[in-house]
């Protein structure tokens, strides 16, 4: 499919820097070369993927905008598939705007957000799970997170799909014979499974039990710190994020608002958020403050509640640990404020209150106890040995479409058992591939396709 306009774009971020690049795709892209640019040496012959020194010049030839290097890839053998100009400028948005404004003179278009890699992946240069990586590596917040996009802009996705299709395949050649020949199928004989569909679904149900932890290292860990006022949740925030983010005194109640800060642990992006601390409101803002908390728990990948050693514990810390213990997250208890005596010890309270929660021995103030608090905050995202194959999901999108082919293939599978006629079983399967199809991007609506590329940035 190729594409009649040529777009253009800077695909640097605007702002000043040393260098700054635009990029150029498009029928008309080595002809903008030419025109724009003056070579230093009179030996450019414009070979594909070399870089030329010169000028940029204003489309009429009157002014020099700046001197440049600039390389033409030639089409196929470029990232959209079509003829890319790269313009290597220096970092100054005036001058950047300017080339830019001078291509558009020329009768380039604006890129669209994503629209490279639209073109990319319309010209067959990478499937739609690739295009879709090359979003999660710009924007990975973490090694890992970069880790995962890489292996996937590789194509592991793509080929896990394209394996689970291939047994889809096999499995629909199968029973279309048995169509064909179902005069010969002797009645109220049930036929066999095939093995393909058992393999497939043991496939997707593998690749979907990695969504929670890729998400996990793609989009980072939401701890949530909570507690009631005073136990040193704010410490505990400036502590862990090595400055003085929120103010911290011996008022109960300091915190009202909530304060975030991300932090690295272990390549993982850790985004923590210190919290109001719970009790009864005392004015309306303080109750603004603490409903904020309540619907903040809800997001949250971890809670960690603070509670203080050196104090008895009251019905406040009861309540918060009684409304926070069936949630289906990691729940952390921090028994804060170590460095002083303890005045309780977690064997004195009921076994009921203190289920499903991991308790650590902490001190904000003197920094005890939080390398381990750290650790249990890494250990949650379970075991890293799955990112080096590569095969995690990490977008809504593809978990939706494999679960849709997911009940497609169970549907399939009860057909058989139910010995209903081999057609069915083929329409599910048919139903099962579409879905499938949807991943790489074969067989997917146009609107879905926009919505997709509209979320790149510009220059992408
Ligand atoms: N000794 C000791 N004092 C601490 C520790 N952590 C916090 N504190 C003190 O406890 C008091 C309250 O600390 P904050 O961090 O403001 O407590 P908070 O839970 O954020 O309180 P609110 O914002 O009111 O909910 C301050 O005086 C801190 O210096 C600790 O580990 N040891
Ligand atoms: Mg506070």
């Not at 011996?250 to 909530?258: A, E, F, K, N, Q």
């Not at 903040?296 to 406040?316: F, M, Y």
């Amino acid at each position: 499919m190729t594409q009649t306009d040529t777009i253009a774009a800077i695909a640097t971020p605007l702002g000043t820097a040393g260098l700054g690049i635009i990029r150029v795709s498009g029928p008309m892209a080595s002809e903008a070369g030419r025109l724009l640019f003056r070579p230093a040496h009179p030996n450019c012959n414009w070979q594909s993927h070399h870089a030329y020194h010169g000028d940029i010049v204003s489309a009429c030839g009157t002014t020099t905008l700046d001197e440049v290097l600039v390389t033409l890839m030639r089409a196929p053998h470029s990232f959209t598939g079509e003829d890319v100009l790269e313009i290597s400028c220096h970092g100054n948005p005036l001058i950047l705007q300017s080339i830019l404004e001078q291509l558009m003179t020329l009768g380039c278009r604006p890129a669209r957000p994503g629209e490279f890699t639209e073109r990319a992946y319309l010209n067959g240069r990478m499937d739609l799970s690739q295009a879709e990586a090359l979003a999660t590596i710009i924007s990975a917040q973490s090694a890992k997170a970069r880790q995962i996009g890489l292996a996937q802009m590789k194509g592991s996705l793509g080929r896990k799909v394209g394996d689970l299709r291939m047994l889809l395949i096999e499995a629909l050649a199968g029973l279309e014979a048995a169509i064909d020949f179902t005069e010969d199928v002797h009645e109220n004989e049930t036929p066999a499974l095939p093995p393909q569909i058992h393999e497939a679904i043991a496939g997707i149900e593998l690749l979907l039990s990695t969504y929670r932890q890729a998400r996990l290292f793609t989009c980072g860990i939401n701890v949530i710190i909570t507690g009631k006022p005073n136990v040193g949740k704010s410490s505990l925030l400036n502590s862990l994020a090595g400055r003085k983010k929120a103010i911290v005194t011996d008022i109960p109640g300091t915190t009202r608002d909530l304060i975030t800060q991300t932090i690295t642990l272990g390549g993982l992006a850790v985004h923590l958020t210190d919290t109001a601390g719970i009790r009864k409101p005392q004015d309306a803002i303080e109750k603004e403050g603490i409903d904020l908390v309540w619907e903040h728990l809800e997001q949250a990948d971890i809670i960690v509640i603070v509670l203080d050693g050196s104090k008895p514990l009251t019905s406040e810390d009861r309540h918060i640990l009684e409304h926070n213990k069936n949630r289906d997250c990691q729940m952390i208890i921090a028994v804060n404020k170590s460095d002083l005596p303890a005045v309780w010890s977690p064997d004195q309270l009921p076994d009921d209150l203190l289920q499903g929660f991991d308790m650590l021995k902490i001190s904000a103030k003197s920094g005890d106890g939080l390398d381990a608090l750290k650790k249990a905050v890494t250990d949650s995202t379970g075991s890293s040995d799955i990112v080096s194959d590569g095969g995690m999901i990490t977008q809504l999108r593809h978990k939706l479409a494999l679960e849709k082919a997911l009940t497609h293939l169970m549907a399939a599978r009860e057909t058989i058992t139910a010995g209903r006629s081999p057609e069915f079983t083929a329409f599910e399967l048919h139903c099962a591939l579409d879905a499938l199809d949807e991943i790489t991007g074969k067989k997917i609506q146009e609107d879905i396709l926009h919505k997709i590329f509209s979320s790149f940035c510009i220059g992408k």
